[in-house]
């Protein structure tokens, strides 16, 4: 079974430019997680969905980010326009939303804005 | 709000030693899942282990044991006979049913020959 999918790997962009993260859930997993890891300020949470719902975006830095799950099993994460302090590793992560099981985390699109 | 402490940003441990990582977390709810996560240089994030809060038992997965202390709300992870391979970022993590996962902010382990 395919763990969870992130692409791209790698991302540089110019300020100003919109980005794309994408993000293949594990089949059957209904909840999805985005966070955005630095050396300042560790793992933060921008958003999760449970069944395809924002349950809690309070993480997301400002109106310049959005996310979406067209389905249950693809999610993306835009930053339009971007900005050099974006700058970070973005993970998503997915997991069973019924009980307490573990979160499944995707290996990470790093994101350099110059 | 849920808060996840981890108060040592660094240890260190020699090859074949034990180590123990420290967790301490703050929730009023009695339901919920402890995890320990480890992020090598690949900076995947890897489980190691989980721990029901409702069992008293001490999770354990071969060389890596917790101590949980519900009452103390502290979820120490154990190394035993630390391997080179060990290295990595541990990361503890919180989470109450179907909700989000609150995560410290990492312990950095060295493992030296």
């Known amino acids: 079974d395919a763990g969870v999918i992130q692409s791209p790997r790698h991302e540089v962009t110019e300020m100003g430019q919109e980005v794309t993260l994408r993000c293949k859930l594990i089949?059957?997993?209904?909840?999805l997680f985005w966070y955005r890891q630095t050396m300042m300020r560790g793992l933060e949470l921008l958003i999760y969905f449970n069944n395809n719902v924002p349950i809690d975006d309070s993480g997301m830095p400002e109106d310049r980010f959005s996310a979406k799950m067209p389905n249950a099993s693809f999610s993306t994460l835009k930053i339009q326009p971007s900005e050099p302090r974006d700058s970070a590793v973005y993970f998503c992560?997915?997991?069973?939303?019924?009980?307490?099981?573990?979160?499944?985390f995707g290996q990470g699109t790093r994101l350099t804005v110059v | 709000a849920q808060t996840v402490t981890q108060s040592q940003p660094e240890m260190s441990v020699q090859e074949a030693e034990t180590v123990t990582l420290s967790c301490t977390y703050d929730t009023s709810e009695s339901d919920y899942y402890l995890f320990w996560y480890k992020q090598p240089p690949s900076r995947q994030m890897i489980l190691v282990i989980r721990q029901e809060a409702y069992k008293q038992q001490n999770a354990t997965e071969n060389r890596f044991s917790v101590n949980f202390q519900k009452a103390a709300k502290s979820f120490s992870l154990k190394i035993s006979d630390s391997q080179l391979g060990d290295a990595a970022m541990y990361f503890c993590a919180y989470r109450r049913a179907g909700n989000q996962f609150y995560f410290g902010t990492g312990t950095s382990l060295t493992v030296i020959p």
């Open positions: 089949s059957g997993h209904n909840s």
């Open positions: 992560a997915s997991s069973r939303g019924v009980g307490h099981t573990e979160a499944f």
